[in-house]
């Protein structure tokens, strides 16, 4: 059976030229870009270059790239770094109650550990309000982190305007900007970011591999102590053959970003109309126009996600979805509950994320097979009968 | 590449793909409604009961393959019982009778002996108003 991969959030494919790309530093040139010898000095020539890579696709300068383990890191790196580096001027971080777990979960640590956190709601299509953000700023505000692109529901946060609030406050803004960068256009400049999280495998390149941009003179606190790597902001033999990858990821999403969003932008709408048509009681979760070209998250009524992702593997078809069900902890999605849906219909959504392997042919058999699938938990749901 | 991995056992996925006993029953002798939207699992369990034998048992269920298995399984092992055994029925003879269950998906068993329990209870106090 032929699979369909629709969970590109989750994770991407890595592009076979970034594999390529990637093999020599295993083996030919796997020197230690700290060692003076040519084999170091080829690594820190390609670490070098990848850095510039990530750079250019997000408007930076070379030297504001600092390379991490991933978006995790890169946002712990920046809210723990930017806290505790500014704690004599202020203790108070403004966030949203729809921010991935690596902010959420740092801002709930932090709020343990005497800093306070305010965190701002978003209205019914997952959108945070700059004036809200504007509202709550203190004399004690030191950071405001606010996600970029979300990964559940696709929604795209006004951070621009945000941006210029927290310059006019003289506040440090960090976006996670992991399921925005290469898929978007994303410009630090323009975003008047100070801090921004990158991840390498949500945009073809290796898992385990990230960056976090940091404008020039933004006070940070590393979290890695222990050498003199990345100007001593974060310790640890570089991971030069996933730094590669990493830039020769956003080298080639600098080069197809745009004509790949403008395909994916016609097949997300596709697959959306083609959900609601055939299917009752489905709703877009999420902004129907400010959401990222791949996005599709839908809340389909009386059904639950666990369930309906099952019987969509057992079609090939690899989906997600914000219910409790398929994690450890019973409760539904943070992100899906801030939106304002209930328990039920958080318990029921389902997230397809497109990427540059998915053809039309794909979309059309999603919209063959799951009425089918809906049709048959429907059958066996206790909901739908107390809806009659 | 090593083999896929599943987290259900095939018991589990043959029950999630071929459920026994979807439905309701036509004026039931017991019902037991369970579990809550939060959590993400509701079950409803039905019982036709003749001379203290449970004779048919039906179900429907909102929640993921877990629930959906463990609610098909509790059917068929409760048919046929009479009223006293099948309240021996507890949540580990049905994991067992599954061939386990991943441990985040424990709970999914509590709720099958609960919806069973609340069912045989509802039955009980039924028989006691008639009398």
């Not at chain 1, 959504?349 to 497109?354: A, E, V």
């Not at chain 2, 709720?111 to 106090?125: G, H, N, P, V």
């Amino acid at each position: 059976m032929r699979r369909i991969y629709l969970d590109h959030a989750a994770t991407t494919p890595t592009h076979p030229e970034v594999v390529k790309a990637m093999l020599p530093y295993f083996t030919d040139a796997f020197g230690n870009p700290s060692s003076v010898y040519s084999y170091g000095q080829e690594a820190r020539g390609a670490v070098e270059e990848a850095r510039t890579r990530v750079a250019e696709l997000i408007g930076a300068r070379g030297e504001e790239i600092i390379f991490t383990s991933g978006g995790t890191e890169a946002d712990n790196f920046a809210l723990k770094g930017a806290a505790y580096a500014n704690e004599r001027k202020g203790n108070h971080i403004i966030t949203t109650s729809i921010e991935h777990r690596a902010v959420m979960e740092v801002c709930k640590l932090l709020g343990r550990r005497g800093f306070t956190i305010t965190y701002l709601p978003v209205d019914k299509y997952g959108l945070v309000d700059p004036q809200d953000v504007k509202k709550v700023i203190t004399s004690k505000t030191i950071l405001i982190s606010i996600i970029h692109a979300n990964n559940e529901v696709g929604t795209i946060e006004p951070v621009s305007e945000i941006g210029k609030i927290a310059k006019e406050a003289e506040v440090y803004f960090h976006t996670d900007a992991v399921q925005a960068v290469g898929h978007i256009p994303v410009d630090v400049d323009k975003l008047k970011a100070d801090l921004l999280s990158i991840s390498a495998h949500k945009l073809y390149g290796p898992k385990g591999v990230g960056a976090l941009y940091v404008r020039k003179g933004t006070k940070l606190i590393s979290l890695m102590q222990g050498g003199e790597q990345e100007k001593r902001r974060r310790a640890g033999t570089e991971n030069v053959p996933a730094i590669v990858g990493l830039g020769k990821a956003v080298e080639l999403a600098g080069q197809e970003m745009d004509k790949e969003a403008e395909r994916l932008v016609g097949l997300r709408n596709k697959l959306i109309k083609g959900l609601s048509e055939k299917i009752d009681h489905v709703h877009l979760n999420g902004h129907p126009t400010r959401r990222l070209p791949n996005n599709v998250c839908v809340s389909i009524d009386f059904v639950e996600g666990e369930s309906m992702l099952l019987n969509l593997d057992l079609e090939g078809i690899c989906a997600s979805t914000g219910s409790a069900c398929s994690s450890a902890s019973l409760e539904p999605s943070h992100v899906l509950l801030a939106l304002g849906l209930s328990p039920e219909q958080a318990h029921g959504s389902l997230r397809f994320t497109l990427g540059r392997e998915n053809s039309e042919e794909d979309m059309e058999r999603v919209l063959n097979l799951l009425p089918g699938i809906v049709a048959k938990l429907r059958a066996m749901s206790p909901l739908l009968k107390t809806q009659k | 590449m090593p083999d896929a991995w599943s987290q259900y056992s095939k018991k589990v996925m043959d029950h999630f793909k071929n459920p026994r006993n979807v439905g309701e029953i036509e004026k039931p002798d017991g019902v037991g409604h369970v579990g809550n939207p939060v959590c993400g699992d509701i079950m409803e369990l039905y019982i036709k009961v003749e001379d203290e034998i449970i004779v048919d048992a039906k179900f429907k269920t909102f929640g993921c393959g877990a629930a959906i298995a463990t609610s098909s399984i509790v059917t068929e092992l409760v048919k046929g019982k009479n009223i006293k055994e099948a309240l021996k029925i507890s949540n580990k003879a049905v994991v067992e009778a599954l061939d386990g269950l991943p441990p985040v998906k424990m709970h999914c068993s509590v709720l099958a002996e609960e919806a069973l329990k609340s069912a045989i209870e509802d039955y009980l106090a039924r028989q006691k108003l008639k009398k």
